[in-house]
């Protein structure tokens, strides 16, 4: 799930710091705000790249998810974004558990002794 995640987090970080040179060019916004919201969220969304696995990690990484969604406010394109993001970091966990899930099962295959090999003998 880590890995997943991770790179969904990463791709964010690239998208949040390209919607803030978007926002830069409304004139409504200030530079140093924008820089500040931008800075904040891309600093959060390296961290949870490595809180992923700890608990409340996930449930942070939901609320970065609905962050950039409603950034969709200032950049309408973020309203797009935000969703393909949300379904990228729902894909992230759903099927990292998963993988999480079937590394433990053959994890405990191998370390179990094999009862069709002492039968073979």
Known sequence: MRTL????????????????????????????????????????SVVLCGMVTRPGGVALGWALQIALVASGFFVPMMFVLGVLFGAL????????????????????????????AADAV
């Not at 409304?26 to 904040?40: E, F, K, N, Q, R």
């Not at 992230?92 to 179990?112: L, N």
């Open 5 to 44: 995640c991770s790179s969904t987090l990463i791709g964010e970080f690239f998208i949040i710091g390209f919607a803030g040179l978007v926002a830069m060019k409304d004139p409504d916004l200030s530079m140093s705000t924008v820089w500040t919201v931008c800075g904040i969220a891309m600093f959060l």
């Open 89 to 116: 970091w729902w894909a992230s966990v759903h099927f990292g558990r998963k993988i999480d899930e079937a590394k433990a099962r053959f994890a405990a295959q191998a370390d179990s002794p094999s009862t069709d």
